[in-house]
């Protein structure tokens, strides 16, 4: 079993739409960090959050600690929110282990 | 990505070319680390580094070498290429091994054909 388990794999969705995405992790860890990567691009920060939820525009993650699971929303979704989106928390040993990410596509 | 410079952004290398990949950053991190991208496998950890003259393997560190004699800079080798690393190459730093924020460069897009 993955020590990060994002889910679904792939979503499409219509323009407008409300969308989330999971993150589920075995791992303790003190923070959790959502990415975002647009085809053929580099690798931005979205959040990072250690508890309750955070907004920025029209994004808002939310992470349950006791349950070691984390989501990203997005609402009023638009066709440039098409991307993979990654979340990673810190292993034992302090690396980063990452998800296999979540490829959206917003259709117009 | 300000902050963290990786070059190339795209190589092609015949089987058995070498070349290095460069990643430098200026914002004074401790830890580096190099990781590639294969489609369906997420981000794989190959090497890092928590200072200078440190470094250790990650999770696929065979058929590359890093080296940390400065700060600022953390080069990965590829001393014979093998089509099997063909794959999209991520520098990444973060503030120390406890912090979870990290820092991506652009990424390098390698062929080996």
């Known amino acids: 079993k993955n020590e990060v388990e994002q889910s679904p794999q792939n979503l499409t969705a219509q323009e407008g739409e409300f969308i989330t995405i999971n993150c589920s992790y075995s791992?303790?860890?003190?923070?959790l960090h959502w990415l975002q990567q647009h085809p053929g691009g580099g690798i931005v920060s979205l959040f990072m959050?250690?508890?309750g939820k955070k907004k920025h525009g029209r994004l808002i993650a939310t992470i349950n600690i006791q349950e070691k699971h984390s989501s990203l929303h997005i609402t009023a979704s638009h066709p440039r929110d098409s991307a993979v989106y990654i979340c990673?928390?810190?292993?034992?040993?302090?690396?980063?282990?990452f998800g296999k990410g979540t490829k959206l596509s917003v259709k117009p | 990505n300000a902050g963290v410079t990786q070059t190339p952004k795209f190589q092609v290398l015949k089987t058995g070319q070498s070349m290095t990949l460069q990643c430098a950053q200026d914002?004074?991190?401790?830890?580096m680390s190099w990781y590639r991208q294969d489609p369906g496998m997420g981000l794989r950890l190959i090497h890092y580094?928590?200072?200078?003259?440190?470094?250790d393997q990650g999770e696929v560190p065979n058929g590359y070498n890093v080296s940390r004699s400065t700060t600022e800079d953390f080069p990965l080798r590829l001393l014979s290429a093998a089509p099997s690393q063909t794959s999209v190459y991520f520098c990444?730093?973060?503030?120390?091994?406890?912090?979870?924020?990290?820092?991506f460069g652009q990424g390098t897009r390698l062929t080996v054909v």
């Open positions: 791992v303790g860890i003190s923070a």
């Open positions: 914002m004074n991190h401790e830890y």
């Open positions: 990673a928390v810190l292993g034992s040993q302090g690396n980063l282990i």
């Open positions: 990444a730093i973060k503030g120390s091994l406890s912090n979870t924020e990290a820092f």
């Open positions: 959050l250690s508890s």
């Open positions: 580094s928590v200072g200078a003259g440190i470094t």
